[in-house]
């Protein structure tokens, strides 16, 4: 389906698998926040994968939808979980293990968007590419997840706040790199806006799409 040379059900498929993918990640905050002892995600609705709880105007709907019309890679952000640190048990290694969920969750769903592909692939005996059948849209979505998921894992190690990573070296180095992380925290988007603007993180891009076009069904 198009409108105006624009591919209106890519976009669709986009806009739906990164819905799911941040809606897995910040879950994932708010339920490993939970562990240690900080109820505040549960109680704002946030341990759930209904995106609608998690959606940011600009992080989750218009950036996606930019990068999806422009047929770059695909990645966003979605609103953070609120995490109260007074309630948290030992606190610095909380930090560590609450920032690394969201990567990692994605990267156990990328591992899921995989086996399924491969399942879907041996079934209908096609690849993503191949000709249509009532089972290939499904195929898409799973190489979409496994791309995309894994975009978002790579993309919040970069130790830039508010990313995961900074979080999970300032807690993982001494007290004086996590004094520099909020020493630069104020500019982090910027910083962030600069690695896309000036074709960075194609450095980041392109090693994954190599993965995921070797490993993919």
Known sequence: MNFQGIDLWWVSINIVVILVSLSIHESAHAWMAERFGDPTGRMLGRVTLNPLAHIDLVGTVLLPIVLSLAGGVVFGWAKPVPVNGANLRNPRVAHIYIAAAGPLSNLAAAFGFLVLGKILAAVIG???????????????????????????????????????????????????????????????????????????????WRPILGFVRAVAF
């Open 126 to 204: 096609g690849s993503a590419g191949g000709p249509l059948t009532a089972l290939q849209p499904l195929l898409l979505v799973c190489y979409l997840g496994l791309l995309l998921n894994i975009v978002l894992a790579v993309f919040n190690l970069i130790p830039i706040p508010p990313l995961d990573g900074s979080w999970v070296l300032g807690g993982l180095f001494p007290d004086s790199f996590g004094v520099l992380i909020n020493k630069v925290r104020p500019y982090g988007f910027i910083l962030l806006l600069l690695l896309l603007y000036t074709g960075a993180l194609d450095y980041i």
